[in-house]
């Protein structure tokens, strides 16, 4: 489930809160990098300080996320109904069972997966065909061994 530049981005109300204070944290640590670039700069030549070399570059990459965090928070559509009662929509918890026993998932959107958590994307091959099912239902999707199936189990 690819999203298109510009289009919302379904997420779980605790997903959204999660961004926010990620971009609280980042947007306190910046200071501190902006200083030790400066601190790095005033180290003479520029062309071997691989300390200001190696703090630009994290800085860069905390402006980066910054920038990426901003954007998905600005275009986040928070999902506060599942929907259907017993039917699989994002903010869903589910029991599926497949060839390895059972799993359980909470139901997030696709930037918020996280699978050591529990959180099933609905941009993932699984969660794309879990939505819209129902308790008892088989789904098959591409794994990169081939094709899965697993049956839903239980909705809360």
Same mark, same amino acid.
């Given at each position: @489930?690819?999203?298109?530049?510009?289009?919302?981005?379904?997420?779980?109300?605790?997903?959204?809160?999660?961004?926010?204070?990620? /971009?609280?944290? /980042?947007?306190?640590?910046?200071?501190?990098?902006?200083?030790?670039?400066? *601190?790095?700069?005033?180290?003479?030549? /520029?062309?071997?300080?691989?300390?200001?070399?190696?703090?630009?570059?994290?800085?860069? @990459?905390?402006?980066?996320?910054?920038?990426?965090?901003?954007?998905?928070?600005?275009?986040?559509?928070?999902?506060?109904?599942?929907?259907?009662?017993?039917?699989?929509?994002?903010?869903?918890?589910?029991?599926? *069972?497949?060839?390895?026993?059972? *799993?359980?998932?909470?139901?997030?959107?696709?930037?918020?997966?996280? @699978?050591?958590?529990? @959180?099933?994307?609905?941009?993932?091959?699984?969660?794309?065909? /879990?939505?819209?099912?129902?308790?008892?239902?088989?789904?098959?999707?591409?794994?990169?061994?081939?094709?899965?199936?697993?049956?839903?189990?239980?909705?809360?």
């Amino acid at each position: @489930m690819a999203q298109e530049k510009g289009a919302p981005i379904p997420m779980t109300s605790a997903g959204f809160e999660a961004l926010k204070a990620e /971009l609280a944290e /980042l947007r306190a640590r910046r200071p501190a990098m902006v200083a030790e670039v400066a *601190s790095a700069r005033s180290q003479g030549d /520029l062309s071997e300080n691989f300390a200001y070399h190696d703090a630009r570059q994290h800085l860069g @990459m905390l402006d980066g996320r910054i920038q990426t965090v901003e954007n998905t928070l600005k275009r986040a559509e928070v999902v506060e109904e599942t929907g259907a009662k017993g039917v699989i929509r994002i903010g869903s918890r589910v029991v599926v *069972s497949d060839e390895f026993g059972e *799993s359980s998932y909470e139901i997030v959107g696709p930037t918020e997966g996280n @699978m050591t958590r529990g @959180m099933l994307s609905v941009a993932s091959p699984l969660g794309a065909a /879990l939505v819209d099912r129902r308790a008892g239902d088989s789904v098959t999707f591409k794994t990169p061994a081939g094709e899965g199936r697993a049956t839903v189990v239980r909705i809360s």
